[in-house]
């Protein structure tokens, strides 16, 4: 029994299976109680329509007294055993406004006349007034009945057919009282035998409830920890992000200092080198390898002072000609050497109006340009640089391809890798190509590559129109 209370939910839910149980068997009686009562009611109107058929049959006999219509309705009680033990069949007719009992001295003797206006002449008043159907209601003797009633036009009388409704309640009445019965075993049963099943399983909830409260706690104090290693993190990052701002910093500095010197060098070297007479080619070959090498540390400082740009700036928005870009990254490199002997085919689709960081546009292509430049391949008459651009509303495709020693594919994953140089024939800092990805980026642009050595390489580019996104 204690243990029957502690799980009063299972056996709350017990008395609820067993009340809908219950609800759905008193519903399936009343629906069984329902048709019994219909089909009774038809029994009784086919009774009183058979006797009125059987009357109309004896009124063709030209000597019919009442004795025969008595005689007849006797073997028809005898034979017939569908208007129950104590149900009846009687023939009546109006005289001086009271109902009277025909074929039957004991009823008249009893009921000499019954006012028609008396609730118990309901179906006896309707007869006699031509209608047929049936009802419930009381009978003359007072008894709760079912009754059909039908009209007799010939003899002006009519016939009820009656059955007491206790014949019909009874048994079904039996019947709810043993499925209440049952049904309340059967609960008692599956309770037992429910709760038999489920207090093991109960008992290793409720145990594990308990585990899940302990790991619970160990999980907040896990949490815990890791939001105070969180907040130590977030510490760490803001103090590893003012580190990198600084070096950022500091390198853009150092390298804008470094070129100052760097170019007083460049300068006074080519003094020298114009005082130097022609006939003296030891000197002046001496004097073009240190100019050289002051022009790549100069060229490896600007690389970085790039990189550090592109890293430390926001993104600029300024309208784009690429026409004009071109044409001015093309003047800055016509320094370089052997950019007057490659030729530049140049195809530009710009209709509409191109937003973008004009700076870092530039850069990308700068890079690209002079990569084209530095490695070209001398062997082929024909050098070349093809530059494709196409604008569309959502954005600018563009396409660098040249025909110069081209890429090896071993080497192509690894292009955009800082300080990575793809040939020995590379003379630059290994940071052009990774400054054009992390510009591109920056743009929220794609760059992809396609080479074949000896064939040359293609670059294709996609820069959206912050155009469509401004607005």
């Known amino acids: 029994m204690i243990r029957l209370f502690r799980h009063k939910k299972l056996v709350l839910l017990a008395l609820f299976i067993s009340l809908i149980s219950f609800a759905i068997a008193a519903v399936s009686i009343f629906a069984f109680y329902g048709n019994a009562q219909k089909q009774l009611y038809n029994r009784l109107q086919d009774i009183v329509n058979r006797e009125k058929a059987g009357i109309a049959v004896l009124e063709n006999k030209l000597d019919l007294n009442e004795n025969d219509i008595t005689e007849y309705l006797e073997q028809v009680r005898y034979k017939d055993n569908s208007i129950g033990e104590n149900g009846d069949i009687i023939l009546f007719q109006m005289i001086n406004d009271s109902i009277q009992f ?50 007799i036009e010939k003899l002006n009388c009519g016939v009820v057919a009656k059955i007491p409704t206790s014949e019909i309640n009874k048994p079904f009445l039996e019947v709810i009282f ?3 019965i049952s049904l309340i075993l059967l609960v008692l049963i599956f309770v037992c035998f429910f709760l038999k099943i489920t207090n093991p399983i109960i008992d290793s909830v409720v145990l594990n409830k308990k585990e899940l409260i302990m790991a619970n706690k160990e999980l907040v104090f896990q949490n815990d920890e890791k939001e105070k290693r969180a ?27 470094l070129r100052s010197p760097l170019k007083s060098l460049l300068g006074l070297s080519n003094m020298i080198i114009e005082d130097i007479s022609p006939d003296n080619s030891v000197q002046l070959e001496q004097m073009g390898m240190m100019k050289s090498s002051i022009l790549k540390l100069d060229n ?18 300024e309208a784009i000609d690429f026409k004009q870009t071109i044409g001015e990254v093309r003047n800055n490199l016509a320094h370089m050497d052997g950019a ?3 030729e530049l085919k140049l195809e530009i689709d710009q209709k509409i109006e191109f937003i973008s960081d004009r700076a870092r546009v530039s850069i990308v292509l700068s890079n690209l340009i002079s990569n084209a430049i530095k490695y070209k391949d001398t062997s082929k008459e024909n050098s070349y640089i093809g530059i494709n651009v196409k604008c569309i509303n959502d954005f600018a495709t563009i396409s660098v391809e040249d025909n110069g020693i081209g890429i090896d594919a071993k080497y192509k994953d690894r292009i955009f890798d800082m300080f990575y140089r793809g040939t020995k024939k590379s003379s630059g800092s290994g940071l052009g190509l990774y400054i054009a990805k992390e510009a591109i980026e920056k743009l929220n642009g794609t760059m992809e590559m396609e080479s074949a050595l000896t064939q040359g390489t293609k670059f294709t580019i996609m820069i959206p129109n912050r155009l469509v996104a401004s607005t």
């Open 178 to 180: 043993w499925i209440f």
């Open 231 to 257: 907040e130590e993190l977030d510490a760490s990052n803001l103090e590893l992000k003012k580190a990198n701002s600084e070096l950022d910093r500091f390198v853009y500095s150092a390298s804008h200092d």
């Open 300 to 317: 490896f400082i600007e690389d970085i002072l790039t990189y550090s740009r592109n890293a430390r700036t926001e993104v600029i928005n």
């Open 340 to 342: 007057d002997k490659i």
């Open 102 to 151: 025909m074929i039957s001295d004991k009823l008249a003797r009893k009921y000499p006349g019954i006012p028609k206006s008396d609730a118990i002449a309901t179906p006896m008043r309707k007869a006699l007034n031509g209608e047929s159907g049936y009802m419930r209601g009381l009978d003359y003797n007072g008894v709760e009945v079912f009754s059909a009633y039908t009209f």
